[in-house]
């Protein structure tokens, strides 16, 4: 019984428990290694969830490898745990492993073996990749090489029948360069679809699995893909014939062994050669002299989204999460998919009720009629969502494709799959960390400070210099200091071949990164490496590596003579005696190093900037930057007998801003660093610009002096803006450049001008517009934004003084006429309110924290204990916990006020008139028959 399926296909596989539920056969064999028969009892542990893979790699070279992905709605799944459950025996029956990974050995030794073998052998050298892969109707469902086009389709990503580049029998003048036939694709165009996946749910996802024959969908398959075999032949897939060889002789002998009751759950695409009768002796000369590895293979867990066609998966398919849905929902599938949809994007506090759900099934049913399909696919549920759920907008929608229809699911395999000794240990420290695997990308923030929390960032550490990359460590958002750390993680399947390949350096991720460090730093290449690495090392804690990595880096330093070089190294080892400060380290041996390096780029520093062009000038300035930083963290004692760094190497920037020969770019970076570090006064600035824009100076080396200084790191615009006289100095020179020389000059201004924050630009396009001669004096600037004055505005200034002394200190001045106060009154009270126009008297509202009545006795005060609107009063104010008369939160009255005592519609009145704090009938606002506030009493 041959059972031709789709893999990963949910509709083969309800046929093909169906079929087996019928014809229970005595053996059911399975497309894939025969080397995994021991693994397959695993497939039945309670651990083992799918979706999950069968990883072949060989045992003398990890990175050759191979996958073989299974998801729970994937036929041969379906066909292993049928077998398992009713105590049949399962075996695998397609190539060994062993020559599909010997083959690519071969063929990367031998030029011409791809051609005599075909193009898909499998595995590209020292590449993970899936063998024997093309499309998703059989013909191997490995996934395919990661820097090949995906096969079966065009360079628009349209699919096409695939020829390999040769004319095909019976393809007339079909044939396609370098293209493979796609029997889905063809099916589909010969039914009218112009999309393959449409096709394919119409005949076979839609179909249900009612009574009636089970075979009947796989001999209807059977017969598509003999017509196509028989016009194609081998569809270009040169390595199938070897593959169906194979196969033909483990089903001869499965027949034999157990007379009859035989069933093969294999790719459609093999089906007719599998059914052709072939001689023996030609099968086993075909398999004859094939070349051969020894290999292992365990389990892994496996991804939707490795499962997807987009991932580069030639056997994938569109949508695993729509079709893993399709294949576990009971009954109903559309309304429980767009459940789903409704649920995650409620997750995303978007607003989907349940009336959307009913809107987008009736949605989907009728564009499913319109049509013409007997079910809502995903093309229509996916329409209805985006009208229903989304609004029209495609970014909701984007998130349901990433969330749901392609899915982030990862697989899980119990713990007693074989591994390699190397992985043993990273599941035993990802157990006692607590650092779970998952397929979804996520942010996790790490205290150094904290025990659990620094073993997690040694382990990732150490795992990145092993080149397995499960985290990415990124930029913390809110903290700067070295105990924080926050990292990307992601798990991808491939990892666990980057773990076996890691697992030659040893047996423990200790051991193995501390022999990979040793064995970089041998094998180095420059002085820059190896500083790395030390860096590397101390946040990998790896004391035992660290010796032999300073060795090297003193040996190298000492060596190497060109200082971009050393000043590039210098920036690392600062951070990494940072770092080692943090997780407690010992780093005398780098202190000695650094200090030692800095002294040597002081001395070769100046001479090593002259006679330089644009570009190697431009570089010497982020080396002269790079520097700078990293003397500041270094400090001036860092190591024994060396001390007083920064006073030299303001010398040295000193001795660069003097000389003429070293370009201007670095001239002017030289004087900004002397600047910021208060090493040079403004006034000196200030000649060194006028001497740097002098009109004997060329305009490009002045634009460059000009680049250097205010351009190329933050604040250089801000120093323009608080200090006009540099910006007269820029204006006065940029005016008098003459117009030949403009246009060269231009570049450079606009790349440093361009650099600036849009506020920084805007606030200097208003000073330059008042024109020269116009800064100093307020009159003369004309009209203008507010706040760009040249004079200061005494008024605006007195208006936030008062808060900014009490967010200071917590005490304040008097009072300011016009002005928000925030101070003490007389009683002692804090008052913050307003104290009056110019010329009135300089009544207030009291917010005081215990005063006893305030100015006046009518006073605001939280807890004061007059008439005021205090929090806490004891008066007729509209205290909220007030006693009296007022509007408190707390008060006895009957009037309409929130709680107040009158008879009126104010909300804080005691009478019968409108205002909202008046006594009497009128409308003032605050009146009390005492002082005025605001407005007109009654």
């Known amino acids: 019984m041959l059972l031709g399926v789709r893999h990963h296909g949910p509709g083969s596989a309800r046929a093909v428990r169906a079929a087996l539920d019928a014809a229970r056969p005595r053996v059911v064999l399975i497309e894939g290694p025969p080397e995994a028969d021991p693994l397959i009892p695993l497939a039945a542990d309670e651990d083992m969830r799918p979706p999950v893979a069968l990883l072949a790699h060989a045992v003398d070279e990890p990175g050759r490898s191979a996958f073989w992905p299974l998801a729970g709605f994937s036929p041969e799944w379906v066909a292993l745990r049928w077998a398992l459950d009713h ?195 030609a099968d086993r000369a075909l398999l004859k002299g094939l070349p051969k590895v020894k290999v292992d293979l365990t389990w892994v867990p496996w991804t939707h989204r490795r499962l997807s ?147 997690r960032s040694r382990l990732l550490h150490r795992l990145r210099l092993l080149g397995v990359a499960w985290g990415e460590p990124v930029a913390s958002r809110g903290s700067t200091g070295t105990f924080r750390e926050t990292w990307r993680l992601r798990w991808d399947p491939e990892l666990s071949v980057r773990v076996a390949e890691a697992g030659v350096w040893g047996t423990t991720v200790l051991t193995a990164a501390t022999a990979k460090a040793e064995a970089d730093a041998a094998t180095a290449r420059g002085l820059a490496e190896v500083t790395a690495l030390a860096e590397r090392c101390l946040l990998a804690d790896l004391p035992q590596a660290l010796p032999t990595v300073m060795r090297l880096l003193a040996e190298r330093a000492a060596l190497d003579t060109d200082v971009g070089r050393l000043a590039e190294a210098l920036p690392a080892l600062v951070r990494s005696l940072r770092y080692g400060d943090v997780r407690g380290t010992h780093t005398g041996a ?13 001395v070769g520093l100046p001479p090593a900037c002259t006679a330089l062009d644009t570009d190697a000038a431009e570089e010497m300035r982020r080396h002269v930057d790079a520097v700078h930083g990293a003397v500041g963290l270094l400090g001036d004692d860092p190591a024994p007998g060396h001390g007083a760094l920064r006073g030299r190497w303001q010398a040295v920037l000193r001795a660069l801003s003097a000389r003429d020969a070293v370009p201007g770019v670095i001239r002017g970076r030289a004087v900004r660093l002397l600047l910021d570090d208060g090493a040079l006064a403004p006034d000196e600035a200030e000649r060194s610009m006028g001497l740097a824009l002098s009109p004997g100076t ?31 100095l820029v204006d006065t020179w940029l005016t008098g450049v003459p117009a030949s020389a403009f246009t060269d000059v231009l570049p450079l201004l606009r790349r440093t001008f361009s650099a600036y924050e849009p506020g920084v630009r805007r606030t200097l396009g208003e000073l330059v517009r008042r024109g020269p001669g116009r800064w100093g004096s307020a009159a003369a600037a004309g009209p203008g934004l507010p706040g760009f004055a040249a004079e200061l505005d005494s008024a605006r200034a007195d208006a936030v003084l008062p808060v900014v002394r009490l967010l200071l200190s917590g005490r304040s001045g ?93 909300r804080r009145g005691d009478g019968d008139g409108e205002g909202r704090r008046g006594d009497g009938d009128g409308e003032g606002r605050w009146s009390d028959d005492g002082d005025d506030r605001v407005g007109v009493g009654g």
């Open 309 to 455: 066609r987009a991932s580069g998966y030639g056997a994938g398919i569109d949508a695993p999460g729509w079709y893993g849905h399709l294949f576990d929902a009971p009954d109903r599938p559309v309304e429980r998919w767009l459940t789903k949809v409704a649920g995650l994007l409620r997750e995303e506090d978007r607003m989907v009720s349940s009336a959307h759900v009913i809107e987008a099934v009736r949605l989907a049913e009728a564009l499913a009629v319109l049509r013409g399909r007997p079910l809502p696919g995903l093309g229509e549920t996916t329409d209805a969502v985006r009208a229903v759920m989304c609004e029209g907008s495609e970014v909701p929608l984007a998130l349901v494709r990433d969330r749901l229809v392609v899915g982030d699911v990862l697989g899980e395999v119990p713990p007693e799959a074989p591994a390699v000794p190397l992985q043993r240990d990273l599941d035993r420290l990802r157990r006692r960390l607590r650092l779970k695997p998952e397929a979804l990308e996520r942010e996790l923030g790490l205290d150094l400070r904290k025990e659990t929390d620094a073993g």
């Open 698 to 728: 060329p305009p490009a080396d002045a634009a460059a002096w000009i680049e250097g200084f205010v351009g190329g790191g933050p604040g250089g615009g801000l120093l323009l803006v608080h200090d006009e006289r540099l910006l007269r």
């Open 814 to 906: 008097p009072p300011v006429a016009g002005a928000i106060v925030v101070g003490d009154t007389a009683a002692g009270e804090t008052v913050v309110g307003d104290t009056g126009r110019p010329g009135a008297p300089a009544d207030r509202r009291a917010v005081g924290a215990g005063g006893d009545g305030g100015v006046g006795g009518a006073v605001e005060g939280r807890q004061g204990d007059g008439d005021g609107e205090g929090r806490r009063g004891d008066g007729d104010g509209e205290g909220r916990r007030g006693d009296g008369d007022g509007e408190g939160r707390r008060g006895d009255g009957d009037g309409e006020g929130r709680r107040g005592d009158g008879d009126g519609e104010g």
């Open 590 to 602: 780098l202190a000695e190093v650094a200090a030692g390096l800095a002294e040597r780029i002081f």
């Open 87 to 281: 105590g049949v025996p399962a075996r695998f029956i397609d190539l060994p492993a062993a020559h599909t990974l010997a083959g690519d050995s071969s063929a990367e030794d031998a030029p011409d073996a791809e051609a005599e073998a075909g193009t898909d052998a499998g595995v590209d050298a020292g590449v993970d990749v899936y063998p024997d892969t093309d499309t998703d109707t059989g013909e191997g469902y490995g996934c395919p090489s990661a820097d090949g086009p995906l096969s079966g389709t065009d360079e628009d990503g349209r699919r096409v029948p695939h020829t390999g580049g040769r004319s095909l029998p019976g393809a007339g003048d079909r044939s396609l360069p370098d293209a493979r036939v796609d029997p889905l694709a063809v099916l589909a165009e010969t039914a009218g679809y112009d999309d393959p996946e449409r096709w394919w749910e119409d005949v076979v996802e839609h179909r249900s699995a009612g009574a009636g024959d089970a075979l009947a969908p796989f001999t209807a398959l059977e017969e598509a893909m003999g017509a196509l075999r028989e016009t194609y032949g081998s569809g270009g897939r040169d390595r199938d014939p070897v593959r169906e060889a194979y196969m033909r002789l483990q089903v001869r002998a499965a027949r034999r062994e157990f007379a009859g009751g035989v069933a093969v759950v294999c790719g459609a695409w093999h089906v007719p050669a599998l059914r052709r009768t072939a001689p023996v002796a």
